[in-house]
Each structure stands twice: as structure tokens, then as C-alpha cells.
């Protein structure tokens, strides 16, 4: 569907859409004066849209640090990706990684498009690195550290078991989670989260992607990477590409659900996590890309588009998420609607049904039992439009207006 189709589907999108719109034309507007302060928030912006306005609300000493965090890890991760690079080279990038943050001299070019710059200017991340307090640069650097290491163990290293999955998913977003609960405690905005709740966030976010991207990573050229452990994989296909074919359809959506009942398994740490923070920025900081974990997790569930194309939700969706978390009430709501969804989403002639059913109450027990329900918006009960089309579309053509008027003034300094 189109998206003039998708917003009258959808009119209460609009707002939060416009909303966000206005947000990130802000953020924009205020990229610091030093260049190296400067580059590094147009690249946050440029590599992670969304996901850096929520970090441009933490307060300006935590989203330095976060910012260079989020830049090294995404630094680390193109050294990771690029399967241009032996595994001779790569290895020991990877395990020194920690100690060229501190080298403004370090560079190592590789990487495509907005990576590659990133890589080339490294330095600039370098600089900024260096002016942080010392124990935010502690954290990074010990983080850094360890999620090197990982990544270099699994260079050579298939993922076969559900403890090898486990694993490399630690290693790889778990140690975000770590890193970033020893940030949030440097700033002294939060109490240290204890390591496996800090790790169980990252579990949950990775997964999700892992499941999601099923398809983008199977034809990942020259050489495919894949994270689905085969411990469960083979329960279902000889050979995790062929879940991609139409004649496998049946099992490709047991095996996702099987995937996906694994994920859920994280929820309730995510959840206690959560629940014991207490500077509003950093909640909503943690708490927007959990709900649309979950939410992506509800749409992918016994979904055959997994295997398909790219399943996102809708941008409508991500606005209102964006627009609506501001406290734990607002959490538990999302993760109850969402589970719901889920729940009627559930075959009883799915392998894994009774599993997947038991998880889902679980976690619709503790949101319950939160005794914070009732107090929101739903997500589920969509809004029926009580206007008539006409009304909708009238003020989608002055808005339309409106914003081709802003963007017409946009390149026009006032300064
Ligand atoms: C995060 Cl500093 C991530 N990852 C994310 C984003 O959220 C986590 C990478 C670097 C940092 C943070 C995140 C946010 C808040 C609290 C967290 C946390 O822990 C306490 O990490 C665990 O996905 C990447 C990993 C999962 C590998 C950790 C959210 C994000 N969203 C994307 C959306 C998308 O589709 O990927 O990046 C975006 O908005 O672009």
C-alpha cells in the first residue's frame, strides 16, 4: 500500500508523524560547532536516524558519551562485516580495537558508503573520545575490549548450538547493554543494573534484528552470514537457505516461531530492567527500541513475508511509540497489547505452540501484575475514524502543503 493510502488507514499516524518530523528537523539544526563534535553527530544521525533523536534527549554529558560508544561500536561492526578482509587482518583489529580509540593517528580504511567515511575519519571519533570523563572512556574501552575478542572468536566460528547463539549475541549487543548501564551509573543519573538484565536488553534487541533480517542476510554478497543457530534450524530444513523456498513454506514459519519463542524468553528481564530506572530520558532512551522489539516480533510472528522481503513496522507506528513512552505504565501496555496480538496469532497445530503460549502469559502476567494497566492509549484498538474520508483527506493536502511550504524555506539562513 502506498503511504497516501497507509496514513488514511491510519489518520492518528498523523500527528505523531509530523511531530517527529519537526524532532529531527530540530536535531538537525543543533550539531555542535567543533568539527569533531560535529561529525560525530551527523554521523550518529546519518547511520542511525530514529534511534539518534531518542539519544539527542539524554542530557549533554551521557549523549557525548553515548554518541562515541554508539560510533566505535559501529566502527567495530564494519571491521566485522566487511568480508573483504582476510581473516589474518581482521582478527587482530578487532582485538586491539580498544586500544586505537586512544590513537588519533589509527586508520584503517574498509567499509562501504557512510562506513567508509566513518572509518577514514575515525580520527574525529578518536579526538572526541579523549575529551569524555575518564570513567565514560573506561566503560568504552572495557566494553570494546571484550566485544573485539567475541567478534574475533566467531570469525572462524559457526553458530550451532542455542549456547553458541547465546553467546555471540552477548558479544555483540549484551556488552552494549552492559557498557551502556555503566555509562548510565558514570553519569550518576542511575544505580549499576545488574549484568544480566543489562545483557538480557541486548539479547531481546539482537534477536529480533537476527529473525527479522533472515532474508537480507541470506543474500548478503559475495558470502552470506548467518546467526540462526542450527540447533534449531535443522529441526525444521536441511539447510537454513532453504527455508527461504515456497515449497518449504510450512516448516520456514514453525522454524520462525520457533525463533521467536526463543526471543521471548528475555521479555521479563527487559521488563525488571526497565522498571528500576529513574531519569525519564534514560527510560525512554531504553525503553523505544524495546517496544518496537516487541512489536516487530508480533508482526513477524507466523508471518511467510519474514522469508519474503524486508517486515518493518510501519513508520506511523514507530512515531506513535516515539510519541507515547514516557513511563513504565506506557511499557507494560505496549508489551501487553503487543502479546495479545501474538497470542491470537498462535496455531494450536504449531509445534511450538504450548511453549510459545506459556511464554506469552508470563509475560501478560507481569505486566498485569504491574498493577500500572489500564492507565494509556492502546496501540491494538485502532482508533475508529469517526470523520468521513473527505475530512481526512482535506487536511492531508493542507498538511502536505504546509510541510512542502517549510521545506521550501529550509535552505534559507536566518542567521
Ligand atoms: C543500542 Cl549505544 C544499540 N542497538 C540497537 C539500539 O538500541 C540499543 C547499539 C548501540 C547502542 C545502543 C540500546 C538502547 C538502549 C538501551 C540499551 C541498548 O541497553 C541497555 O542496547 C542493548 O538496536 C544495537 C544492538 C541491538 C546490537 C545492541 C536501537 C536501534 N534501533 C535502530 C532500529 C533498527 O531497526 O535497527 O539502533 C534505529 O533506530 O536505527
Redesign the pocket.
Known amino acids: 500500500m502506498g503511504s497516501l493510502g497507509t496514513v488514511l488507514k491510519h489518520p492518528d499516524d498523523i500527528y505523531p508523524l509530523f511531530k517527529l518530523k519537526m524532532a529531527a528537523r530540530n536535531v538537525g539544526k543543533q550539531i555542535p560547532p567543533e568539527p569533531h563534535w560535529g561529525f560525530c553527530y551527523k554521523m550518529l544521525h546519518k547511520v ?4 539518534s533523536l531518542v539519544i539527542q534527549q539524554l542530557g549533554p554529558e551521557l549523549r557525548n558519551a ?1 554518541c562515541i ?2 560510533l566505535v ?1 559501529r566502527a567495530l561492526d564494519t571491521v566485522e562485516d566487511d568480508t573483504s578482509i582476510a581473516s589474518d587482518i581482521k582478527v587482530p583489529i578487532l582485538k586491539n580495537f580498544h586500544q586505537h580509540i586512544y590513537d588519533g593517528d589509527w586508520h584503517f580504511s574498509c567499509g562501504t558508503k557512510d562506513y567508509k567515511v566513518l572509518m577514514d575519519q575515525f580520527h574525529l571519533v578518536s579526538t572526541a573520545f579523549l575529551e569524555l570523563g575518564r570513567s565514560y572512556q573506561e566503560a568504552i574501552e572495557d566494553i570494546t575490549k571484550r566485544m573485539g575478542a567475541g567478534m574475533a572468536k566467531f570469525i572462524c566460528k559457526e553458530v550451532e548450538t542455542v549456547d553458541d547463539y547465546d553467546e555471540y549475541c552477548h558479544y ?2 549484551g556488552l ?2 552492559l ?3 555503566k555509562l548510565f551509573y558514570a553519569s550518576k543519573l542511575e544505580d549499576l543494573a545488574p549484568d544480566s538484565l ?1 545483557n538480557s ?2 539479547l531481546f ?2 534477536k529480533t ?1 537476527i529473525i527479522r533480517d533472515y532474508l537480507e542476510d541470506i543474500n548478503e554478497i559475495p558470502k552470506s552470514r548467518m546467526f540462526w543457530p542450527r540447533q534449531i534450524w535443522s529441526k525444521y530444513v536441511n539447510k537454513l537457505e532453504d527455508l527461504k523456498y515456497d515449497e518449504n513454506s510450512i516448516k520456514a514459519v514453525e522454524c520462525l516461531n520457533d525463533m521467536i519463542t526463543n526471543a521471548l524468553l528475555h521479555v521479563e528481564d527487559c521488563l525488571k ?1 526497565m522498571s528500576a530506572l529513574r531519569d525519564p530520558a534514560v527510560f525512554r ?2 525503553a523505544i ?1 524495546q517496544i ?1 522489539a516487541i512489536g516487530t516480533i508480533a508482526l513477524c510472528y507466523n508471518n511467510i513475508e519474514v522469508f519474503k522481503g524486508v517486515v ?1 513496522m510501519r513508520r506511523g507506528l514507530t512515531a506513535k511509540v516515539i510519541d507515547r513512552t514516557k513511563s513504565m505504565s506506557d511499557v507494560y501496555g505496549a508489551f501487553f497489547d503487543f502479546s495479545c496480538l501474538l497470542k491470537m496469532k498462535v496455531e494450536k497445530n504449531d509445534p511450538n505452540a504450548t511453549k510459545t503460549l506459556s511464554r506469552i502469559e508470563a509475560i501478560q502476567k507481569t505486566c498485569r501484575n504491574s498493577g500500572l494497566l489500564n492507565k494509556r492509549s492502546s496501540y491494538m484498538v485502532e482508533s475508529k475514524p469517526s470523520y468521513n474520508s473527505v475530512a481526512i483527506i482535506a487536511v492531508f493536502i493542507l498538511l502536505s502543503i504546509f510541510l512542502a511550504f517549510l521545506s521550501t524555506k529550509q535552505p534559507i539562513h536566518s542567521d
Open positions: 542511525s536516524r530514529s534511534f553515548v560508544f554508539y561500536l555483540v549487543a552494549v547493554g557498557g551502556l548501564s543489562s536488553m541486548g534487541l539482537q534484528n530492567y532512551f531504553c527500541p518496537m518493518k
